[in-house]
């Protein structure tokens, strides 16, 4: 998971924290807003390391480097793209 999208989990997942806990006042909409982001980047993140998986079993590394970078331009783009993902 990139660094921004790992900071966006952290933080949803935080905040979601605090609302259940009743130390954080928010809406239902809010609260399944966090949940549906923290699952979407759950996903995100799954699929990305079973494509790394795949893409670097029994290759070399330069071919592993360059699928890791391909894979991470995706990624990317895949949080520009998604609304719901740049909520936070």
């Known amino acids: 998971m990139s660094a921004s999208a790992d900071k966006k989990r952290k933080d949803a997942q935080a905040e979601l924290e605090l609302i259940k ?14 949940e549906d982001l ?36 995706a990624y990317q783009l895949k949080l520009k793209v998604t609304p719901h993902l740049e909520s936070i």
């Open 38 to 73: 923290i699952t979407a980047l759950n996903a995100l993140n799954y699929y990305k390391n079973q494509v790394l998986i795949i893409a670097c079993h029994n290759i070399k590394s330069t071919e592993c480097s360059v699928a890791i970078a391909e894979l991470d331009k």
């Open 21 to 34: 806990k009743g130390l954080l006042n928010a809406s239902d909409e809010r609260k399944q807003e966090l």
